[in-house]
Nanobody, 122 residues
Framework: QVQLVESGGGLVQAGGSPRLSCAAS????????MGWFRQAPGKEREFVAA????????YYTDSVKGRFTISRDNTKNTVYLQMNSLKPEDTAVYHC???????????????WGQGTQVTVSS
């Protein structure tokens, strides 16, 4: 019911501050919790950040707190991930995700984008 398309990835120097975007379309996109996940080579996919439907509540994994900011513009059906002070260990494929159920912000997402590669050089 929801289609997600990420953009904004690429090669960035350590310390850089790119912003990822996720454009949502389909049925009732503003009714969904939105999240960002990432997966580095040889590692499991991990939760990065999430935001509730109105944008009033946000959640982050400890490794990005104070550096990353998730936000959404419901007039544009778009979710953002502002990444500051990037480190080489942030290198991963970043995926946008959406779900209707708000019981758990860290798992059980229903819809996924194809991802955008973020590579951080030293």
């Amino acid at each position: 019911q929801v289609q997600l398309v990420e953009s904004g990835g690429g090669l960035v120097q350590a310390g850089g501050s790119p912003r990822l975007s996720c454009a949502a379309s389909g049925r009732y996109p503003r009714s969904y919790v939105m999240g960002w996940f990432r997966q580095a080579p040889g590692k499991e996919r991990e939760f990065v950040a999430a935001i509730n439907q109105s944008g009033g509540s946000t959640y982050y994994t400890d490794s990005v707190k104070g550096r990353f900011t998730i936000s959404r513009d419901n007039t544009k059906n778009t979710v953002y991930l502002q990444m500051n002070s990037l480190k080489p260990e942030d290198t991963a494929v970043y995926h946008c995700a959406a779900k209707y159920n708000t019981a758990n912000y860290y798992r059980a997402y229903d819809y996924w984008g194809q991802g955008t590669q973020v590579t951080v050089s030293s």
